[in-house]
């Protein structure tokens, strides 16, 4: 009786152990302090957990006084994907405007600061770089989060960014292997298929996670997405033969292996969490991130039952857990011991100041030119937000502008808008139409043409991807639509 009660002690604290749950308040809840005492070993943090860094570093310290080793978790990519100012929009421009700089040194700089602000929270983990090659410009969930759609430029980029990283002491995740870049589908609502043949997937989609395995980053994140060429029947991160077989084994990565959001509908809705978490434990994966949407102790232990029956079943190795599990603390114990000293959160880094901005500036792309903008009115054609993104931060070029301009108009028109409509609103000020993705929404394109076609001095800024034909007396690339991309074009148009 001593050693079944033993064993399944072992096992309850190695399925917690693997488990990267979220949580809702700017606190931990109780529920939270009483597992991480019990075993859990990492929690994911959202936007809906961070009001300041001071708040964040106070939650974090709280998570450590019950064990100083915990993970704790970000989605930080910065650019348009951004827990830490998710109400104001990111000090650091995205992987796209750091790939059309391509100076490997700038963007480990930027790395390396953003991960210097997230470990004086506390935090310590980052479920980033994407590596996706963005060989898809119509994929509606990478996008901007890509370095770019050239293999080579984004290999050495994510290494460039892994480096960076980790050199402040936070683990990097490169996701979302192997390869969402080439996908029409966005895994958040349904299960992205990818027919490629091998050859193509080796010189493209698992390029820049070899160079991340090669720079040494310490996670990989699987992706929810079918490659029939690797696995016919399984998504990538259910899949033994893509994550042990192909990530674990051919490609070399000793660290950790996390899934994505398992209540992603690509799992969620077709496997379902509970036997979803088991076959990717079994699979080979390490630990199960969960908590986008379902952030409560009931889903914690669901799924801490579902693998725990699972190993009593025969139907997960225990060693397979086990294992799971001590990747997992192994990961923590690094994360300790690599803990900067402690600092004032989000202080500038003396010798990296404004180094957001300056990437932000160095990436626009500048064309036309016209008359000086006096009083301009911003009319942003808003698309949805892609889940990944979301819709709680703020983007564009009104505010910016407004700061730099005195009597700068805005409007914010979604789908449905007309020119007449923003014409109308603006009077006699100059126009200055900002975009996101115009390429994918025809509605974005025939409202531009209409605007520039009754005022050929309209200014165009595109901060999104950058496929469309350039429009406009003035047309501007962010790259990204951060806060100091919308900084770094409101400069370029107050100064014309």
């Known amino acids: 009786m001593t050693v079944l009660a033993h064993r399944t002690d072992t096992l309850t604290r190695d399925a917690l152990a693997v488990l990267q749950p979220g949580f809702e308040g700017t606190t931990a809840p109780a529920w939270v302090l009483r597992r991480v005492a019990e075993g859990l070993t990492a929690v994911g943090l959202f936007g809906r957990n961070i009001a300041s860094p001071e708040q964040l570093a106070a939650l974090t310290a709280q998570l450590r006084a019950e064990r100083d080793e915990v993970l704790v978790a970000i989605d930080e990519e910065g650019g348009d994907v951004t827990r830490l100012e998710v109400r104001g929009g990111s000090s650091f421009p995205g ?3 750091l790939g059309a700089v391509d100076d490997t040194g700038l963007t480990r700089s930027v790395a390396r600061e953003l991960g210097r602000r997230l470990a004086e929270c506390g935090v310590n983990l980052n479920w980033a770089p994407s590596a996706d090659v963005n060989s898809n410009p119509d994929n ?13 430029l984004a290999a050495r980029h994510t290494a460039a960014y892994v480096e960076g990283l980790q050199a402040a002491g936070v683990a990097a995740c490169t996701k979302h292997f192997p390869g969402h870049g080439d996908t029409s589908v966005d ?5 992205p298929r990818i027919d490629v043949d091998l050859q193509t997937l080796a010189v493209r989609e698992l ?8 720079a040494g980053t310490k996670a990989v994140m699987s992706a929810h997405i079918l490659v029939p060429a690797l696995d016919p029947a399984r998504p990538a991160t259910l899949s033994p033969q893509i994550l042990t077989g192909l990530l ?13 959001g398992m209540e992603m509908h690509a799992i969620a809705g077709t496997y379902g969490i509970e036997r979803g978490s ?13 908590g986008g949407g379902l952030a409560d102790e009931a889903t914690v232990i669901r799924l801490r039952d579902a693998l725990v029956t699972a190993v009593r079943e025969g139907t997960l190795p225990e060693e397979r857990l086990a294992d799971a599990a001590a990747r997992v603390r192994a990961l923590a114990e690094w994360t300790r011991s690599a803990r900067p000293a402690s600092a004032v959160p989000g202080a500038p880094e003396g010798g990296a100041p404004g180094i957001g901005l300056e990437a932000a500036r160095r990436a626009l792309t500048v064309s036309g030119g016209g008359a000086p903008v ?6 942003t054609l808003a698309p949805v937000a892609n889940i990944a993104v979301g819709d709680e931060t703020p983007w564009g070029v009104a505010a910016e502008l407004a700061a730099l301009v005195p009597g700068t108009g ?15 609103a603006a009077g006699d000020r100059t126009v200055v139409a900002v975009v996101r993705d115009a390429h994918r929404h025809p509605w974005m394109a025939e409202v531009l043409d209409a605007l520039v076609a009754a005022r050929p001095d309209t200014v165009v800024v595109e901060m999104g991807l950058p496929r469309a034909e350039p429009r406009g007396a003035l047309y501007i690339a962010t790259h990204g639509a951060a806060r100091v991309c919308g900084r770094a074009a409101a400069e370029a148009i107050a100064r014309r």
């Open 95 to 97: 992987n796209l405007a």
């Open 140 to 152: 509606p969930v990478i996008g901007v989060r890509s370095f770019g759609a050239d293999t080579g």
């Open 187 to 191: 895994s958040h609502h349904a299960l």
């Open 207 to 214: 390029v820049p996670f070899r160079a991340a395995i090669e």
């Open 248 to 260: 674990r084994k051919e490609l070399g990565h000793e660290g950790l292996i996390v899934t994505d």
């Open 278 to 290: 088991v076959l990717a434990i079994a699979a080979g994966a390490d630990a199960i991130c969960v």
């Open 374 to 379: 006096s009083v301009p009115y911003v009319a």
């Open 410 to 424: 805005s409007g914010l028109y979604p789908r449905g808008a007309a020119a007449a409509d923003i014409l109308a």
